[in-house]
């Protein structure tokens, strides 16, 4: 079912009563620069139009009354009492986003909240980013705090990276609070400057759920994190200026090869080139040059799968039903990998066509057929649209 500020709102009001403020965060879906961002790289990510939805109205006391749609579920959190995440459990990413604001100084008051989302949870979409971000944005807003919306996408990550456990980087944060409806965002992950760039009017990022997710994310994430750090580690003594994998060059990681072992030699491979494709296929996207973006983004697939090694058959099939269709201009893993979903690039009058093919032909390895969304970019974080009126029968608006 379609969420809408009038659905949240009203199950809101069935919860609580009372009158909420509303609230709502794209999820994002990277267009190319798979785990560039925590190597202080290149990425060149875009929202989506699915959303965390958030309702809220202010409490007098110091409670937190979270009531989640999607697990039909009501946690309390006291903002004094909050306890470090036990398991990564919804209502703990409520927690963290309360625990870091009020550490970083942020006096909050209690409220009671609703939570509705799209975005598929553990996609690849970054529902979790999503949803620490409106939160931050809702709980700072009802309690009268501006803050700058780079230090909200900061703060946020510090959710994943101190809270819940995972160490990633900036961009899904920072596309969330910062991005530019119907834009892409060039995002130097180290200096955090950023450009926006036009969307393609003539192609159409499509996002198709391979249905499996096969390992615990948190686990192989950080791995391939601390596998790039101890490369740095190994090359900084010949390569003294080397503060991150994005300080590396192609001709440099050759030079330099014997000093790793294949594994660290391949993860460096994937961080360096990939680098180099995100700037690419900026300035493909810039001169409307959807063939060249989409080259690069199958070639970051490849590198993602051979390098990087964090594909998957299904992500791996999904990627090559795709590409045979020859409306696709190229198409890749989306996240953190070992599952989740594909991003491809379609040549936007084709691409009914191409969705009902990857039904049929994903279909039919799945043995259902699978969720797929066609990316409209969104809005950043901040207040939902104004609620649609109720519609009246004519004749009683008549009476
Ligand atoms: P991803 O960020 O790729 O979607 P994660 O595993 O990082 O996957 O985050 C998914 C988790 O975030 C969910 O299991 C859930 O705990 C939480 N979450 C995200 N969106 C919602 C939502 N709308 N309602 C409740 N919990 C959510
Ligand atoms: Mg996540």
Redesign the pocket.
């Known amino acids: 079912m379609t969420i809408t500020s009038r659905s949240v709102h009203d199950a809101f009001v069935g919860r609580f009563g009372g009158q909420p403020q509303l609230f709502r965060a794209p999820?994002r879906v990277n267009i190319i620069g798979g785990h560039t961002d925590y190597n202080e790289g290149f990425v060149l990510p875009t929202t989506t139009g699915l959303h965390?939805?958030v309702a809220i109205a202010p409490r007098t006391d110091r409670t937190l009354r979270v009531f989640?749609?999607?697990?039909d579920s009501l946690e309390e959190i006291d903002l004094d009492r909050i306890e470090k995440c036990a398991d990564?459990?919804?209502?703990?990413?409520v927690k963290g986003v309360a625990a870091i604001l009020e550490t970083a100084g942020h006096s909050l008051r209690g409220a009671d909240i609703v939570?509705?989302?799209?975005?598929?949870?553990?996609?690849?979409?970054?529902?979790?980013?999503?949803?620490e971000t409106v939160l931050a944005f809702a709980l700072l807003d009802r309690a009268d705090i501006e803050i700058e919306r780079g230090e909200l996408a900061q703060l946020c990550q510090r959710v994943?990276t101190e809270y819940?456990g995972?160490r990633?980087g900036i961009m899904?944060q920072y596309v969330i609070s910062r991005c530019v409806k119907n834009r892409a965002m060039m995002l130097d992950c180290r200096s955090l400057e950023f450009q926006s760039v036009e969307m393609p009017a003539d192609a159409r990022l499509l996002v198709v759920d391979t249905g499996v997710s096969h390992r615990l994310?948190?686990g192989e994430y950080n791995s391939r994190r601390e596998e790039c750090e101890e490369a740095v580690a190994l090359l900084a003594g010949e390569i003294p200026q080397l503060g991150a994998l994005r300080d590396l060059d192609l001709a440099q990681l050759e030079a330099k090869r014997k000093l790793l072992d294949d594994r660290h030699y391949r993860r460096c491979r994937h961080i360096v080139s990939e680098n180099q494709r995100v700037q690419d296929a900026c300035s493909a996207l810039q001169r409307g040059d959807v063939q060249r973006l989409g080259e690069l983004i199958t070639a970051s697939h490849v590198s993602l799968r051979d390098d990087y090694e964090i594909s998957c058959a299904e992500l791996d099939a999904l990627v090559e039903i795709m590409n045979s269709c020859p409306e696709v201009y190229g198409s890749r893993l989306v996240?953190?990998g070992f599952g989740?979903c594909v991003v491809c690039l379609v040549d936007a009058p084709h691409l009914d066509r191409v969705m009902d093919r990857v039904q049929v032909e994903y279909g039919a390895l799945l043995g259902r057929a699978p969720w797929a969304h066609a990316v409209t970019p969104s809005d950043p974080v901040g207040p939902a649209p104004t609620i649609e009126p109720l519609e009246v029968p004519e004749s009683a608006a008549n009476s």
């Open positions: 999820g965390t939805w989640s749609r999607l697990f990564a459990q919804w209502y703990e990413y939570i509705d989302g799209d975005i598929p949870l553990g996609g690849g979409l970054s529902s979790s980013a999503s949803l994943e819940v995972i990633c899904d994310p948190v996240g953190g989740g």
